[in-house]
DNA sequence: GCTTAACCGAGACGGTACGTCTAGTCTTTTA
DNA sequence: TAAAAGACTAGACGTACCGTCTCGGTTAAGC
């Protein structure tokens, strides 16, 4: 993995072109190609580069792949690190705009494949699984939870509300109706989620 | 796929002992060496048949894995038919004692595996997917909602509640979860999930 | 190898076409890129072939290249089986006509570099070794043997002269001088190593 | 090529220690794992030198172990130089000592694999065939050509004989068995040879 | 009951990709 | 500035599977 590499002195030898090519290739090629026909020799000569040189530094194809996905994210500093959800005082619009963000980019053929390929990954790697839930996932999670301990602490939300579990609640239905593809992801299931989350199952007296 | 071949008449020459090696050996295999070393030729092998056997009547790989799930679950009745949710009038409690079992089955050995390979398929091939939809997810989410129909009617749930919604609202999270391995899934999170979905996030007066 | 394969039941599922043309590539390769650069890809490539039917069917790129010698030289009758060396009752001017033509032969660049790669393979290869001495060295020895025999009978030859010694006494220098590139390969020396090896290095009184 | 080094002023910087282990390396390692596996990669890790020291010094895989031999063989000094052949007189006795020690030489599996892989980079490469002509077989030659005039000159060779096919005559042969493995290498052989070589084929009324 | 066509186990086939190894070049660091 | 170290592009190695295609053998259907 790339992570123990961006010491300050930099000892390594490494060809950073290089490493960029390929990860640019893998992107690309997964959405051309589709996970199914993604190849370590594909990606290779798609970057222009000896496969050698992918065994040396990667794992594995999940691992291509999820670096990959921090390099298309937000370059090189750490995704939600400094962001910042939306914080207008309205919790229930702020969360609604959010996730119809989420929905529009889950549609969007340029994501769709190589985030289904990353989560097949991960199913099936608790290594990479770990990694994903150091770099990517935790900092979007601390995220939201800022925005609901926002809303906690002006009374919008339960004070004893577990916040890991209030995040699963509003994006968990979300991503699951995606990856097992059990019906489509329009605005109106977005705000939907939202409210439902936000007002429980049971009636409000 | 085997479905459109249960006709009454059963004109079809095809032989039922290798269509059940078939399946079985896909189900263990799974199980043994993974999802990302299961293979076409592997399972030939192991059920003593030939590839072509399996290239004859199923289109893919997943489609395998499929029929595999319906063969072990139930056997040959369609699941979620006539089986039903607890009800026992306290729907929390029920609900409860349905997902702890679910947490229970994901984390049990033989069915991570063979679960986790579905679910990959399933988002990597849309007709399989869709295939899930009716023979599997379908028959479960309609057993689902009956049940919590059953609480809507006693007042238990919100008048206007999308039961579809609903059901997502409380399994979503759990199965996400599971997928992304971003936590443990222990009784007390079903139970979390369970209060949460029911209580929703906003503080009740 | 091939050698089992033509028993006259031929229960052997091989593709004849493809092994003709895997020797004919062989053989062709060899010649147009040398010994160093013949692969067993760019045979399977060149042959239209996949690499496995090679590895299926050959256990060495020598075995190949001994069966493309085989299939070269005469098609499918065994060399030097019927075939005889010129007896015109001169064993010198038979040996002479026979040694100018090996010369020529060996100045062929279509043989050249096939026989010295079959030279190279056999002298790393034991067990190689021993099915040349089987199939393609042995049939042209007893073929020598003969003509000499024939001589001897004649009284032109030692009575108690070892006839493999002599084999090798005429044809042993040749090779030599051509495996090691010692030497030009002309007719006269061919004719001197003749005469030299009839006669002996001694006066002759 | 290491040749052309061997100035007096010695001006190059070339590192001795390294030359020698490089060249040490080869000779042991073409011992241990044969031909075939020989590589250049092996040889600078064995010797514990970087690979570019090798390319810059060593044209091919052959140089180097045409180099190795000349190391191994007598140190510095040339080959056959000052050494000579055996001279008492007896020139069949005498043949017979020089060839029964080569046969005993070609036995010996340390020298049998180097010598075998020298022989094939020959006859694969004419510049190193040339090289080998002129620092290994030319003296090697030159030695045994003295013998043969030393004993022409005493009246026991014809008088009109080509002193070269006369070495190839009694030293081909064997080399021929040895590289194509057509037969055991003797002392009974090496006597064989000389006899009839010395004698000729004819019957000596 | 006899044919005949589909199904079956088996496995060869042309291919693709795997993960490893080496070739030969190039760059960085050390002495 | 030679040498060690080793990363780099390139591509062959031998293996594993892919999905297709025969090949005989064996059923079961329908004549």
């Known amino acids: ?3 123990q590499r961006r010491s300050s002195s930099n000892t390594s030898r490494r060809n950073e072109a290089s490493r960029r090519a390929i990860l640019t290739a893998a992107f690309e090629l997964i959405q051309e190609v589709g996970y199914a026909k993604l190849s370590i020799e594909g990606i290779a000569a798609r970057a222009g580069v000896g496969k050698q040189t992918i065994y040396r530094w990667w794992p594995s194809k999940g691992a291509v792949l999820f670096d990959a996905f921090l390099l298309m994210l937000g370059g090189e500093q750490p995704p939600g690190g400094e962001a910042a959800l939306p914080d207008t005082g309205d919790l229930e619009a702020d969360l609604k705009t959010v996730l ?3 929905v529009e980019e889950l549609n969007d053929p340029r994501y769709d494949e190589p985030m289904r390929a990353l989560n097949t990954e991960i199913t099936h790697d608790p290594a990479l699984a770990a990694l994903y839930a150091e770099r990517l996932d935790g900092p979007m999670r ?3 939870k800022r925005r609901l ?12 509300l577990d916040l890991d579990v209030a995040v699963e609640m509003v994006w ?3 991503l699951n109706r995606w990856l097992q593809r059990s019906g489509a992801l329009t605005p109106e299931y977005a705000d939907s989620i939202v409210e439902t989350a936000l007002n429980g199952l049971r009636p409000r007296h």
Chains 1, 2, 3, 4 share one sequence.
């Not at 301990?149 to 004893?160: I, Y």
Request: a positive charge; hydrophobic letters at 35%.
């Open 1 to 3: 993995m790339t992570t």
């Open 100 to 102: 119809r963000a989420t």
């Open 142 to 144: 601390e995220m939201k």
């Open 149 to 160: 301990r926002s809303a906690q602490r002006a009374g919008q939300l339960a004070e004893d």
């Open 172 to 174: 968990g239905p979300l």
